[in-house]
């Protein structure tokens, strides 16, 4: 990541009194540190107020646990226990976490072949959600492993087939951004800093794409 993403407040790892989030950081670290004794986890994204600039004391610390299980009820199980160990670590810590788990397991990818009309589109929708959540700043040991896996996956697609993907990816980025406007606002009072400060995140977003995947 770049610094100038945090120096422009592009990302904001504090809270709404401008503090660094130093305890919610920690504790990302401590949930990191014990689900990467699975060989299911890959990574963690933390994303909403907590690297957004507008925590507050009360906030949840929002994070992606990225895994990968093919086997329906192995992932049940392994979801349960992932829910389990965050509730643990709030417990003890007293800094509420919402987990949403998220497979990236790169068959998705194959099962592509096998399928057309709406399923199809249903299942790159996943895909290309799966790719929003590599894209995003992210902590683990395998994050790169699949990243790498999708990377060789987009390579064989045909260029018209890349494009559409970059465009979806894009618009699912800048979305996300979209809905935070609000709370963003309450940080950021200037709208024409506001303004600037979410259209340098769309050119972020448009240069991460293009460095991690080539789109």
Known sequence: MNPDAFTKKLYIPRNFEGKPNKRELAVLRKL???????????????????????????????????????????????????????????????????LVPTNVNIIKTQELNYLDGFDREKKLFEIVHILGVLTRLAIGGKVEQYRKAYIVWLKGLSVEKRKTIKTDLLALLFKRDDQSVAKRSQRIKDPEELTTILDERKDMWEKRVAKIWGL
């Open 32 to 98: 990191e540190d014990e689900l990467s004794n699975d060989l299911h986890f890959v990574g963690l994204v933390p994303h909403g107020s907590t690297v957004a600039g507008y925590s507050t004391l009360n906030s949840d610390l929002d994070v992606i646990a990225m895994h990968d299980c093919w086997e329906p009820e192995g992932e049940g199980k392994y979801v349960v226990k992932m829910l389990d160990t965050a509730k643990k670590i709030t417990l003890k810590t007293g800094v509420p976490i919402h």
